[in-house]
């Protein structure tokens, strides 16, 4: 048997039994059974959530563990394989522009997969203390990297097709059905072609760190409960009417709302409204400026033109979902009475003078 099979198998293997493992080491740990007819408290889903990262935590170190052993007794080296390393800084720079595109090119195949009711997608350390996210975000980058660029390097030293890490990738996600299992190939095409074309590890490393960004602080912001979210902001939001002190979770930013003090109709004033779609629009030609760029040197120049937009087109959709959060923190919001795009001084008079109107027209 050829060295580079048992390293295939390894990825899927850990990805469906290390789950079993880790209930069977610690039983305690397994969740009861869950009652339909109680509701679930916030202490249930913080303690799923933990649950759920040391999950994840115990996956990636197997994975780690496992490659590492395999090294022990089956080396490989990339130059012999004929990978000559790139600068570093280029590498990851590249890497992790082209992860936060897939990310949201991912997003869009996704949503078309839930759109039928058949793919979901699980996004480690969600919900879960930001210590832990980010020791899942480092780990999980780390683990399935490593093992990446060793079992490509050693499909390539004994002159087999790396395609082959695709297929034992994709079948680690079986378990959440064959849509999923696509897009996780497709995943690891993408992972693959970075480390081949740049031949260094830290592309694919950043493009992973880039995409788990994007899901676990951008998406999976979206997809929580408002109430069950914690968020840092930099404190000004007041209400214009009351003058209380506002939190960002008490804020919508797309419709109007009620204040919580005084319940008075408010929201986010015009003029903070203009600067943040003034900012994404700067940005997007910003965007697309550097996608030419990236794309000018490494591209040949007839392609440029027909993947930009594509490519930028990814980084807008990963954008969208972490740039009004990002940019509300960083700059409180400015609120105003009543709805946007309508100046509300005087509103209680304007009614009135409404209202006055429609009576003399029914009196006529």
């Not at 760190?209 to 998406?219: C, D, K, R």
């Not at 009417?241 to 960002?248: D, E, F, G, N």
């Amino acid at each position: 048997m050829s060295p580079s099979v048992l390293l295939l198998v390894l990825y899927p293997v850990i990805s469906m039994a290390a789950p079993a493992v880790f209930y069977s080491l610690w039983p305690k740990n397994r969740p009861p059974v869950p009652n339909l007819a109680d509701a679930v408290t916030q202490t249930e889903k913080a303690a799923t959530a933990r649950l759920g990262a040391l999950i994840s935590l115990f996956i990636d170190g197997s994975l780690i563990c496992g490659t590492l052993l395999w090294w022990l007794f089956f080396s490989v080296d990339l130059d012999e394989a004929g990978f000559s390393t790139n600068s570093r800084l280029p590498s990851a720079l590249i890497g992790g522009y082209l992860g936060v595109s897939w990310a949201g090119i991912s997003i869009w195949l996704l949503a078309l997969g839930a759109a039928t009711g058949r793919m979901r997608r699980e996004i480690p350390g969600l919900m879960a203390p930001l210590k832990v996210q980010i020791a899942v975000w480092l780990m999980g980058a780390l683990a399935e990297e490593t093992w990446r660029v060793t079992a490509i390097a050693a499909l390539v030293a004994n002159r087999n097709s790396p395609l082959f890490s695709v297929v034992a990738f994709g079948s680690g996600y079986l378990s959440l059905g064959l849509q999923r299992a696509a897009v996780a190939s497709l995943e690891g095409v993408f992972f693959g072609f970075l480390f081949l074309w740049q031949g260094s590890f830290l592309a694919p490393f950043a493009a992973h760190l880039a995409i788990q960004a994007v899901y676990l602080w951008g998406v999976g912001e979206w997809s929580q409960d408002r109430r069950s979210r914690k968020t840092w902001q930099i404190p000004g939001t007041k209400c214009p009417v009351c003058q209380t002190h506002l939190k960002l979770l008490q804020i919508k930013l797309s419709e109007v709302f009620e204040c919580p003090s005084c319940g008075e109709p408010l929201s986010l004033s015009d003029g903070y409204q203009n600067v943040m779609r003034f900012v994404a629009a700067f940005g997007f030609g910003f965007l697309i400026l550097c996608t030419m760029l990236l794309l000018i040197d490494w591209v040949p120049a007839n392609l440029v033109f027909w993947l930009t937009y594509p490519v930028s087109y990814g980084v807008m959709t990963s954008a969208l979902f972490l740039y009004r959060r990002t940019f509300t923190r960083l700059f409180p919001p400015r609120l105003q009475r009543g709805t946007p795009y309508f100046i509300t001084l005087n509103l209680e008079g304007r009614h009135k003078s409404k209202a006055s109107n429609g009576e003399d027209h029914d009196s006529n």
